[in-house]
């Protein structure tokens, strides 16, 4: 099955500088990454994705490039917003040829200080 | 996206009862999963509901302890057995909406005393 790293554990920023979490993952038949970000209270919400044919993705503040070479991924979070707080997870298929099961990694606590 | 509506959003059990978790979407979907987040760690998943057939479940996980229904296209229960307070977790229903990507309800909180 599939293992997915994340790293950091906790990561904490000024307001209006960038933002990096970094992801390895095992499987690599893996074709689907997923990151999602998870408030107090409330179930993980899904920020953006991406398959295996791109290297880069991008979604305003929010991007997440993609080395399968290297199998990592990394969420990158520019000019960040006291609002962008939360525990962010990466995750990648748990069986391989199917991207509906995940595995996620065990999570970053980011905290941007005003 | 979906809208994956839970329920209970919260409960404070009994050692030794069951309680039984409802999971709505608002639109028909052809696998659900059902997910435990322990208290401060990450999301592990416990099995995969069809509808019309048994549910798969995952590596240490077994029917008797987390049987699963799933009686249409749109709903899923996970029932959590003979609670201890090991089981206090958060549940999560989570489909997959087509091209891709797994949406998840607001999860239920499980106090076990």
């Known amino acids: 099955g599939e293992n997915v790293e994340q790293h950091p554990s906790t990561l904490s920023v000024q307001e209006g500088d960038s933002a990096v979490i970094k992801c390895t993952y095992s499987?690599?038949?893996?074709?689907?990454f997923p990151w999602y970000k998870q408030e107090l209270g409330k179930g993980p919400q899904l920020i953006i994705d991406?398959?295996?044919?791109?290297g880069e993705k991008k979604d305003q503040r929010i991007a997440v490039t993609l080395n399968k070479t290297a199998k990592h991924f990394s969420l990158h979070i520019t000019e960040t917003q006291p609002e962008d707080s939360a525990v962010y997870f990466c995750?990648?298929?748990?069986?391989?040829?199917?991207?509906?099961?995940?595995?996620f990694g065990s999570g970053t606590q980011l905290t941007v200080l005003p | 996206s979906a809208v994956i509506s839970q329920k209970p959003s919260r409960d404070i059990c009994q050692r030794g009862t069951s309680l039984t978790i409802q999971c709505q979407v608002d639109s028909q979907v052809t696998m659900m999963f059902w997910y435990r987040q322990q208290p401060g760690q990450s999301l592990t998943l416990i099995a995969t509901a069809n509808q019309g057939s048994e549910a798969t479940y995952e590596s240490g996980f077994v029917i008797d302890k987390f049987p699963i229904s799933r009686p249409n296209l749109t709903f899923s229960t996970l029932t959590v057995s003979n609670m201890s307070p090991e089981d206090s977790s958060i549940y999560l229903c989570s489909v997959e909406i087509p091209p891709g990507g797994a949406f998840f309800g607001q999860g239920t909180r499980l106090t076990v005393v």
């Open positions: 991406i398959r295996s044919n791109v």
């Open positions: 995750a990648a298929p748990t069986h391989s040829g199917s991207a509906r099961q995940l595995t």
């Open positions: 499987d690599s038949a893996s074709n689907y």
